[in-house]
């Protein structure tokens, strides 16, 4: 039994606390997580306290492991972030994802690595910026009659473009960002995404994440829903695969997505192990999944 001395931390940022004036429109997936949470770490022995990933280094003080949690806003902040989780890390705090992971983690570019050890992932250009042009050119040599734009550094969909040769972006336009360009998969709409949460490197549970009629993006903030499912291990052993990839040993969490191609192969879409919503109410058993690897982590120390 872990001591009540030790609190275990959960980040947050200003627009999923929910004292905050205006909230995200997915915050509730804040208010979901440290629900199953909070419990499930007190139960463990531990003091619980969500914070404001921003605050002043001094009041991190008496915590000690400390969770991604809900710092949703990291990828409109790359350097920041990384540089707290570093003070952090130099203060003698347990950061849980490392910034390690987080660093490597952070730039899509990763995707290609994974591809580069063996990873079944989708045809991907990548470039410093999206044009019209490139966009085009996109089209182009994937044969696709539609594209996705994404920032290389980004999240939740969020600064996302789909594009197709009747709906072209206008001839000045650019992404002003990192950018990766995909064929839209229309399976991502038709049959779904598949999630499967990692605990310490064990499969905690798996959920198909469906896009709101008429929509294509899977996130909550677009309509998007999920349903628990019980994959086969097949499946499991696809996003398992992905862990056995990584460049580090599998870190305490990370959400594994894939959607299916039209061969029926899984291909890797992300591989989330910054602060990625790890779906609560797919998986019950996720608090003392948590619980029980923080509490071996901490008694390692």
Known sequence: MASLMTTIGFLACE???????ERRGDAF??????????????????????IDWRAPLEEFQGIGPVLLGTA??????PQEFLSKLAQLEAAGIL???????VRWNMTKTYLRELAQRGAATIPTLWLEDASYKDV????????????????????????????????????????GHAAMIQPFLSQIASDGELSCI?????????LLKRAAK???????????YEERIAPDAHDIEAART????????????????????????????????????????QGPNLGANLAAAITKRVSSI
């Open 214 to 224: 008429g929509d294509y993006r899977i996130q909550s903030l677009y309509g998007g």
């Open 136 to 175: 085009q050119a996109a089209m182009d040599n994937f044969g696709a009659d539609c594209v996705v734009v994404k920032r290389q550094v980004g999240a939740g969909a969020l600064g996302q473009h789909r594009f197709s040769r009747d709906s072209m972006p206008e001839a000045g336009w650019s992404l």
């Open 15 to 21: 627009t999923t606390l929910p004292a905050s004036g």
């Open 29 to 50: 997936e804040h208010d979901l997580e440290v629900a199953a949470i909070e419990p499930a770490m007190r139960e463990a022995g531990f003091a619980f306290k969500v």
């Open 198 to 206: 990692f605990i310490d490197g064990a499969f905690s549970h798996a």
């Open 95 to 101: 950061v849980c994802n490392p910034a390690e992971v």
């Open 72 to 77: 949703w806003d990291y990828q409109d902040h």
């Open 242 to 281: 992905i862990l056995s990839l990584l460049p580090f040993k599998p870190p305490l969490y990370a959400r594994i997505d894939m959607v299916r191609s039209d061969a029926g192969e899984l291909l890797l879409m992300e591989a989330e192990m910054i602060e990625p919503y790890l779906y609560p109410e």
